[in-house]
């Protein structure tokens, strides 16, 4: 079964860091590129960063570049967001996304990340 | 602020039709045939029910359509049903793959 499995959001603290996760299976994952996109409470869809099926080239969105780290383990079929310095305004679902073509055909089902003190 | 354009709401009864547009420019919409459609009902994960501007992913129905004409591309939904109430997203590739843009989303009601 093609499925995409987010894990490791949380509560932290401005500033703090942490990283998320997300385990595909029923496809090779070494042939997709990837994207993490999030939805902050109540809104829309905002891309956070891409990293191609290599994995040796990334791409990421202003709002997060410098902070934010995706990354990816073909060996274990694992996409990762490495978020450092985060913030108030980084509080959101976060989902993986499956980069088919010029779409993302595949969506997780989204882990919550919550910045407050 | 969103680099796509759509309205922030619809509605429609049963049986009838509905039209979303989604605007951009030649930079994105314009220029490639690469616009995608998403659904979202509350609390779920978005679900793509168009690519590349007019092609549905096996399992959507028929009665999900979409198309383009100049900057603008459009989702039509015939036969609305109470279950297409949900949020839906465009998005549109920009020949680089940077920023890529989200709509803003159009809340559906289905009266």
């Known amino acids: 079964q093609v499925q995409l499995v987010e894990s490791g959001g949380g509560v932290v603290q401005p500033g703090r860091s942490l990283r998320l996760s997300c385990t595909v299976s029923?496809?090779?994952?070494?042939?997709?590129?990837m994207n993490w996109v999030r939805q902050a409470p109540g809104k829309g869809l905002e891309w956070v960063a891409l990293?191609?099926?290599?994995?040796?080239?990334?791409k990421y969105a202003e709002s997060v570049k410098g902070r934010f780290t995706i990354s990816r383990d073909n060996t274990k079929n694992t996409l990762y967001l490495q978020m450092d310095s985060l913030r108030v305004e980084d509080t959101a679902v976060y989902y993986c996304?499956?980069?088919?073509?010029?779409?993302?055909?595949?969506w997780g089902q989204g882990t919550l990340v919550t910045v407050s003190s | 602020q969103s680099a796509l354009t759509q309205p922030r709401s619809v509605s429609g009864s049963p049986g009838q039709s509905v039209t979303i547009s989604c605007t951009g420019t030649?930079?994105?919409?314009?220029?490639?045939?690469?616009v995608s459609w998403y659904q979202q009902h509350p609390g779920k994960a978005p679900k793509l029910i168009i690519y590349?501007?007019?092609k549905r992913p096996s399992g959507v129905p028929d009665r999900f359509s979409g198309s383009k004409s100049g900057n603008t591309a459009s989702l039509t939904i015939s036969g609305l049903q109470a279950e297409d109430e949900a949020d839906y997203y465009c998005?549109?590739?920009?020949?680089?793959?940077?920023?890529?843009?989200f709509g803003g989303g159009t809340r559906l009601a289905v009266l």
């Open positions: 030649s930079s994105n919409v314009g220029g490639y045939d690469y």
């Open positions: 990293i191609w099926y290599h994995g040796r080239e990334d």
């Open positions: 996304t499956r980069i088919n073509g010029y779409t993302d055909d595949l």
């Open positions: 998005f549109s590739y920009n020949g680089a793959y940077t920023d890529v843009g």
């Open positions: 590349d501007v007019t």
């Open positions: 029923g496809f090779t994952f070494s042939s997709h590129g």
